[in-house]
């Protein structure tokens, strides 16, 4: 699996609000999280979707931005919008570097 197949099946999972869909992709060794465990973060990632689907209104959208508050190249906060509301419905840092990629929650 490419790091571009990864991140797309990761975005198309989230704006879907289908976890399931990025379950095979999470478990790739190129893939790192924050959490103990990968299982772990997969169950924090399905409530994050669960709560996402509950407070969205329409279709969800990608914005990518620079994170500022990491010194890294590639670290970008992946924050999806709704069609109704101005702030995100939900966001997550996501770090490629040296041929893997780092996936982890914002709080909020």
Do not use: Q
Request: net charge negative; glycine share 2%.
């Amino acid at each position: 699996m490419t790091l571009e197949s990864i991140i797309d099946n990761f975005v198309k999972s989230c704006i879907n609000l289908d976890a399931w869909m990025f379950f095979p992709f999470l478990f790739d060794e190129k893939v790192f999280t924050d959490f103990p465990c990968k299982l772990i973060f997969f169950k924090a990632f399905i409530s994050k979707l669960d709560l996402a689907k509950n407070r969205t209104e329409g279709e969800l959208s990608l914005r990518v931005k620079k994170n500022i508050r990491d010194c890294k190249l590639n670290s970008f906060d992946f924050c999806f919008y709704d069609t109704e509301h101005l702030n995100e419905r939900m966001s997550f840092l996501v770090v490629e570097e040296n041929g893997t990629l780092f996936i982890d929650m914002h709080p909020f």
